[in-house]
């Protein structure tokens, strides 16, 4: 039996548009429909954003809901996560949805300057964060942009207010955060592994190191993100044709390192969590 490996399928982001590739969902429909192929193509986990008419990165937990019970009927059991990212600083902004209860939702432990901004995380924004999630029983993934994010996100386990087993994302490939080098990648998954040896962890890598980090990951026996979000605006000279096509080609790729996209029932057990919630 392969180790199997969980594809995480980020369907639309808050950057990438239209303009940038036809292929980018942007309503709640087409994001359903794109969701879908990508489950048939091996993602086990979905990362959503939702945006509005103009293409903006949007709060509305009306979209979120109509995303989620779309994703719930049509790819049974998938893993739905919330961003908790890409928009805002004030709380209800950022984690206005969470009391839709997804299984796990993005939850981004420091700040850090991104390309044109500072995606910015105060310390009592991050507890507020982590405290809704734990109150509707969400499972964080945690997202390590810099190393520092590692470290506090270790201290918030230990106080109880990340709950374990801890699931952590390392982000690589964004303008002024951290490059796309392995060697980083090794250093903080040995980190992880001597801190809490139960965590689970995936990696990301922006634009051009998509491909890169998705063979790097597989390799070292963590668990693969690909999608639009990261995969477009950044590499133009070639487009993806979807999200289905991108998670495709991680699956494809698993069998060479001897691993399986894994199911919605495995990722749940690797990351320890519940069965899906009951579609009311
Ligand atoms: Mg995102």
């Known amino acids: 039996m392969t180790q199997p490996c969980i594809i995480t399928v980020a369907i639309t982001g808050s950057v990438p548009k239209k303009e940038d590739n036809p292929a980018v969902p942007v309503t709640v429909a087409e994001q359903i429909e794109s969701t879908h192929e990508a489950f048939e193509a091996g993602a086990a986990i979905v990362h959503?954003?939702?945006?509005?008419?103009?293409?903006?990165?949007?709060?509305?937990?009306?979209?979120f809901e109509a995303f989620q019970d779309g994703v719930r009927k049509h790819c049974p059991g998938m893993i739905v996560q919330f961003s908790t990212g890409g928009r805002g600083r004030a709380s209800d902004e950022r984690g206005g949805m969470l009391h839709l209860r997804p299984d796990m939702a993005s939850l981004a432990t420091g700040s850090v300057n991104f390309p044109n901004m500072i995606y910015e995380n105060h310390p009592e924004l991050v507890d507020d964060l982590a405290q809704r999630m734990l109150d509707y029983?969400?499972?964080?993934?945690?997202?390590?942009f810099d190393l520092a994010m590692l470290y506090t996100a270790h201290q918030m386990a230990e106080a109880g207010m990340i709950r374990k087993p801890v699931h952590v994302q390392f982000v690589f490939g964004l303008k002024n955060a951290l490059p796309p080098r392995r060697e980083i990648l090794e250093f903080e998954v040995a980190q992880l592994k001597a801190l809490m040896p139960d965590a689970t962890w995936t990696a990301a890598g922006i634009g051009r190191s998509q491909l890169e980090m998705n063979r790097w990951t597989l390799e070292m026996g963590?668990?693969?993100?690909?999608?639009?979000?990261?995969n477009?605006?950044?590499?133009?000279?070639?487009?993806a044709?979807?999200?289905?096509?991108?998670?495709a080609r991680v699956a494809g790729l698993c069998a060479e390192y001897g691993?399986?996209?894994?199911?919605?029932?495995?990722?749940?057990?690797?990351?320890?969590?519940?069965?899906?919630?009951a579609v009311a």
Not at 57 to 62: F, L, R, W
Not at 222 to 230: A, I, N, Y
Request: hydrophobic letters at 30%; a neutral charge; charged letters at 35%.
């Open 48 to 63: 959503v954003h939702v945006r509005d008419e103009a293409q903006r990165p949007s709060s509305d937990p009306a979209k």
């Open 137 to 144: 029983g969400i499972k964080p993934e945690v997202e390590v």
């Open 222 to 230: 963590g668990h693969c993100r690909t999608g639009l979000e990261d």
């Open 232 to 239: 477009i605006r950044f590499d133009k000279s070639r487009l």
């Open 241 to 247: 044709a979807s999200n289905a096509e991108l998670v």
């Open 259 to 277: 691993r399986h996209p894994a199911t919605p029932d495995e990722a749940r057990r690797i990351l320890s969590m519940a069965g899906q919630t």
